[in-house]
């Protein structure tokens, strides 16, 4: 891996570790659903205005309902479990929960698509596991019910990202492929469209516009704009540059920048838990994600 792109793939895991930073300020204050539709909307305005600087055509051959329906699978359901858990989690801990995404694709996988599940990425599932619980039952916030459901939502939202990708795969690719940005572009309207109703409903019943400071609509733009807009072409981008074993690297990094920030600008508690579930999942992942060990050549008959 060139130096240059070692350097954007720290820059992705930096971006996507303070997205939860930036969630646990505006959900608690806009509410799960509102927070959700208001980072999609910003991310999709903001994806808008750089395809057009770029001059991308918004040529979707046909597959608008397929990203459509990506937006609501990859984007739309996940960033309200996020949403959901930081009214009770720390941003660290969705962080580092949010490491099970491969692990969840693995299980998605196995159960939905035909992917074999070999003992390594078993083990890996079951570290992950370990993982979990070393860091909800020991970590610096007490074990409660509410921990609990926070886990659970972001164990969701890894869990849709797990599926999208196959949804993707099967949707996009194999259909003759579209170029990443329309993919984005497309998910982000498609969980827009998926979350305004919900959004409205619980503005109707507690508008919590008003309740909103200059700091919290502060990381609301900086949710939608940098960790979902820009966040998105800078992954996409490393896809096309390093491919996707080595991108999803990034899911190793990112706990560690969740955990600092939350750390440096919420006072959020540091503990032993954090390096020692961090460090399960992460061994998890690399289980995962490892190459295979290439099958030995068969050895030539004796005549």
């Known amino acids: 891996m060139k130096p240059s792109d070692l350097a954007r793939l720290l820059t992705l895991a930096a971006i996507w570790g303070a997205s939860f930073l930036f969630i646990r300020v505006g959900a608690p204050v806009l509410g799960p659903l509102t927070a959700a539709f208001v980072r999609v909307l910003i991310g999709g305005l903001a994806l808008a205005a750089i395809l057009a600087a770029l001059r991308v055509s918004w040529q979707m051959q046909g597959k608008w309902r397929a990203t459509m329906a990506l937006g609501v699978i990859n984007s739309g359901i996940p960033f309200v479990m996020y949403s959901v858990a930081a009214l009770w989690l720390p941003a660290g801990y969705s962080a580092v929960f949010n490491a099970m995404t491969p692990l969840m694709g693995v299980l998605i996988g196995a159960l939905c698509f035909g992917e074999r599940l070999t003992l390594p990425k078993a083990g890996g599932v079951v570290l992950g596991v370990a ?6 039952r020991t970590g610096p916030v007490a074990f409660s019910s509410q921990v609990l459901l926070g ?8 869990a849709c990202y ?3 990708g196959f949804l ?21 309207v498609g969980a827009a469209l998926f979350l305004l109703p919900f959004s409205v409903g619980a503005l109707s019943m507690n508008n919590t ?7 919290v609509w502060a990381a609301m733009a900086a949710l939608g704009v940098v960790c979902t807009a820009l966040a998105y072409i800078l992954y996409f981008r490393l896809l096309a540059d390093i491919g996707p074993v080595r991108t999803l690297t990034v899911t190793f990094l990112i706990p560690p920048f969740g955990i600092v ?9 540091l503990s032993w838990a954090h390096a ?4 399960l999942i992460g061994a998890a992942v690399w289980m995962v994600l490892r190459p295979a060990a290439p099958r030995a050549a068969a050895l030539p008959e004796r005549s």
């Open 162 to 164: 797990g599926l999208a």
């Open 168 to 188: 993707a795969r099967r949707w996009i690719t194999e259909q003759g492929g579209l170029d990443a940005r329309l993919v984005a572009g497309g998910s982000m």
């Open 151 to 158: 886990a659970l939502a972001c164990l969701a939202a890894t």
């Open 261 to 269: 920030w939350g750390a440096l600008f919420l006072g959020e508690s």
């Open 131 to 136: 993982g979990v619980a070393v860091l909800t």
């Open 209 to 215: 516009l008003p309740d909103a400071t200059p700091s």
């Open 276 to 279: 020692a579930g961090g460090a």
